[in-house]
């Protein structure tokens, strides 16, 4: 068994990050029911800014180029807990997909290259050129 050196602090965020996706997706199946979206977005925050720590998780949401992201995410959030879910929801993927857009080449080239679907290998070798990460 591998044990990754992650200290204790950093276990308790990857648990509590799985939780909080795992509340999202819930909700999501039950029709966008509010209060597990809302939950499941708390525990995601906390979880994250648990792994990386306050800090980190400051400076990586408030960046000048990350800063439009942030807000249709952290916005989508309080209308979530607002209890608009629908609309919460979209800005969230907005906001989401703004704020790592520039991980999503990475993460297709890495896909492409463990396993040799055919699919994820074109559209990775499509992406891997076409922005970078900072």
């Known amino acids: 068994m591998v044990v990754c050196c992650l200290s204790q602090w950093q276990r308790i965020g990857v648990g509590i990050t799985?939780?909080?996706?795992f509340f999202i997706l819930f909700g999501i199946l039950l029709y966008f029911d509010s209060v597990l979206l809302a939950f499941g977005n708390l525990l995601f925050l906390t979880g994250l800014s648990l792994i990386i720590g306050l800090r980190r998780t400051f400076s990586f949401f408030f960046q000048r180029?990350?800063?439009k992201g942030t807000s249709f995410f952290?916005?989508?959030?309080?209308?979530?807990?607002?209890?608009?879910?629908?609309?919460?929801?979209?800005?969230?993927?907005?906001?989401?997909v703004s704020l790592f857009k520039?991980?999503?080449?990475?993460?297709?080239?890495?896909?492409?290259s463990v396993s040799n679907i055919p699919f994820l290998s074109t559209l990775s070798q499509k992406f891997q050129g076409s922005s970078s990460m900072v």
């Open 74 to 96: 952290l916005g989508g959030v309080a209308i979530v807990l607002l209890r608009w879910p629908l609309l919460g929801m979209l800005l969230e993927a907005y906001g989401f």
């Open 65 to 67: 180029h990350k800063l």
């Open 18 to 21: 799985g939780f909080g996706v």
């Open 102 to 112: 520039g991980f999503f080449p990475v993460a297709f080239g890495f896909l492409g």
